[in-house]
Every structure is written in C-alpha cells, then in structure tokens.
C-alpha cells in the first residue's frame, strides 16, 4: 500500500520536473548578456547541450565548479533556471572566490528596469568583488575545458588561441598535468 502511494506520487511530480528541463524552446528563447559576446555565444550553445545531455551537463559543474549537484539540479528542474545561467553563476563565483549561492542570491534580487531583461553584466557589477580581467580569463578558460569534457567542437577567440592553443595542444597539457594514479 505504501508502495503503490509512493509510486503515484512519484508519476504525478513527472509532469513538474519535465516542464523544467532545458528544452529547445527554453534553449531558442535564451538571451544572455554578460557583457563577453564571446561568453554570451558559448553559454547559448551550453544550454543546447544541456538540452540532450542534463546528466554530464549538472556532472560537469558540479565537478569543476565545486557545487553540489543538488543545488545544480535544484536549480534546473525545481526553480527552472536556464542551464547558461547556472553554469555562469557557478563559474563567475569560483572565479571570484565566492558561493554559487552569492551569484543566485544576487541573480535572484536583480530588479531591471521596467521592459529591461536581466543581465548577468549588471549582477557582476553588483557583487562584492570587481570583476577583473582574470575574472573573466577564468570563465573562459572553464567554457573550453568544458566543451574538451564533453568533446564538444568550439571556436576559440583570437585570444583563447593564444593562451590555450588547439584542442591537441589542451589535451597534451591536460594529461602532462594530470600526475596519475
């Protein structure tokens, strides 16, 4: 008997956690602006790999972000964010040595003005600590590695081809960093 009670209330949550999955029309309607086009761009086509992959996706940032995939998946199937947003909260926090908390938290108290969509360049400017360069080097840098993960095609700036080379050239360092079991 309680058995058969847990199960229905298991399939009727389905419905609620299906409506909040990255989707494509989620993923379609995504407008990011954190004020790097190139950011912007690489965080658009995250939510598309969010879209067939949820599982790698919340893997991937729980591990490299160092938030608990809880909190990640919390976010994405109970209050609905879009999973650009998620990873750009987790990796602007990390990079700024703060909580992902701190970056939902102040996501989440962002006010825009009337017919204004929020924007992640606003809520960075609005956290305690002034984004720097290295800030945002950090971020990018977490985009590539990332798409490596996931062995997903991305085209690097100008910049990020000069810091981090061709995708032989990151695995090459990546496994000479790694000491090994």
Not at 17 to 24: P, R
Not at 98 to 124: F, H, I, L, N
Not at 125 to 146: E, K, Y
Not at 156 to 163: C, E, N, S
Request: proline residues 5%; hydrophobic residues 40%; glycine residues 6%.
């Amino acid at each position: 008997m309680i058995l058969r009670t847990l199960l229905v209330l298991l399939l009727s949550m389905l419905p609620l956690a299906a409506s909040a999955q990255q989707t494509a029309e989620k993923s379609e309607a995504y407008v990011v602006d954190t004020g790097d086009a190139w950011v912007d761009g690489q965080l658009r086509d995250i939510n598309h790999y969010a879209e067939r992959y949820p599982d790698s996706f919340l893997d991937e940032v729980a591990r490299y972000s160092g938030v608990s995939r809880g909190y990640i998946a919390a976010l994405m199937y109970t209050h609905g964010w879009q999973a650009g947003d998620i990873y750009f909260a987790c990796f602007w926090a990390k990079a700024i040595a703060r909580s992902c908390r701190d970056s939902v938290q102040a996501w989440t108290r962002a006010t825009p003005e009337e017919g204004e969509p929020k924007r992640w360049e606003a809520v960075v400017g609005d956290l305690p600590v002034t984004p720097t360069n290295l800030h945002w080097r950090a971020v990018r840098q977490a985009i590539v590695a990332s798409h490596d993960h996931w062995d997903r095609p991305i085209k690097l700036d100008a910049t990020l081809q000069r810091q981090l080379g061709d995708r032989a050239q990151r695995q090459r360092n990546a496994t000479a960093a790694d000491p090994g079991p």
